[in-house]
C-alpha cells in the first residue's frame, strides 16, 4: 500500500507570504490520483486541487499544484487570511483510498 | 447536497447504521465514500462503493466489522459498523466521488479522481 508522508506538520507564515506544502508518496503514482483539500476546524474538507494541478471550482488562483512521480507539492502564493487551515493530499488508489496526515498552516 | 445521520453513543461490542442521504445531482452515476476524522486527528479513508454497487472497498482498520452499501433509488448510502472499538470514534463523513480523463501524448489517455462533494458528517462516539 502507497503511503503519503506530508511535511512540514505544521507551517508558521504571515498573511501575503508564499506557501509551499510538500505530499511525497512511498513509490510513484499517477498525476491523475493525486488531490488537495483545504479543512477548517468544524468543517467538512474541501477540495482545492484534483489531476495535481487543476483547480477545484471556485479555487483562486493564488492556489497551484505540481509533482509527479513521488513528489508533490501545493503552493500558495499570497497568503491571505482564510488560507489558513489544515491541508491533506490524497491518493486514488485501485482499492484504497489514502490521506497523508495533513499540514496546518497557521498564523505566524 | 450530502446529509448523514445514524451517529451516536455505543458500547465496545455494538452496533450502528449510518445513512447518508444525496440530493441534486444523479445519485447513481457516482461511486461514493465514507471517510472518517478522530477528534484532532488527521482524514482516514474508509470505504468506497461503486455506482452499481459490484465494487466494494474497505480500509484495513475497518475490513470484516463494516458494511458499506447504497439504495440508487433513494438516493442514499449507508455504513453497517459492528464490533465497534473505541478506536472507531471519530466523525464519519460522506462524500461524492467524481471521475475524468484526458489524454496524455506520452501515456495515452489518463483518469483523475476526485472527491468533491462532502456531508457535513454526523459523531460516532465508542466509549463504555
Known amino acids: 500500500e502507497v503511503v503519503l508522508t506530508q511535511s512540514p506538520g505544521t507551517l508558521s507564515l504571515s498573511p501575503g507570504e508564499r506557501a509551499t506544502l510538500s505530499c511525497r508518496a512511498s513509490?510513484?503514482?499517477?498525476?491523475?490520483?493525486l488531490a488537495w483539500y483545504q479543512q477548517k476546524a468544524g468543517q467538512a474538507p474541501r477540495l482545492l486541487m484534483y489531476d495535481t494541478s487543476a483547480r477545484a471550482t471556485d479555487i483562486p488562483d493564488r492556489f497551484s499544484g505540481s509533482g509527479s512521480g513521488t513528489d508533490f507539492t501545493l503552493t500558495i502564493s499570497r497568503l491571505e487570511p482564510e488560507d489558513f487551515a489544515v491541508y491533506y493530499c490524497q491518493l486514488f488508489g485501485s482499492s484504497s483510498h489514502t490521506f497523508g496526515q495533513g499540514t496546518k498552516l497557521e498564523i505566524k | 447536497q450530502l446529509v448523514e445521520s445514524g451517529g451516536g453513543l455505543v458500547k465496545p461490542g455494538g452496533s450502528l447504521r449510518l445513512s447518508c442521504a444525496a440530493a441534486g445531482f444523479d445519485f447513481g452515476h457516482y461511486t461514493m465514500n465514507w471517510v472518517r476524522q478522530a477528534p484532532g486527528q488527521g482524514l482516514e479513508w474508509v470505504s468506497s462503493v461503486s455506482s452499481n454497487s459490484i465494487s466494494l472497498h474497505y480500509a484495513d482498520s475497518v475490513r470484516g466489522r463494516f458494511t458499506i452499501s447504497r439504495d440508487n433509488v433513494r438516493n442514499s448510502l449507508f455504513l453497517q459498523m459492528n464490533s465497534l472499538r473505541v478506536e472507531d470514534t471519530a466523525v464519519y463523513f460522506c462524500a461524492r466521488e467524481s471521475v475524468g480523463g484526458h489524454y496524455d501524448d506520452d501515456s495515452g489517455y489518463e483518469y483523475y479522481y476526485y472527491m468533491d462533494v462532502w456531508g457535513k458528517g454526523t459523531t460516532v462516539t465508542v466509549s463504555s
Open positions: 513509490q510513484s503514482v499517477s498525476s491523475g490520483h
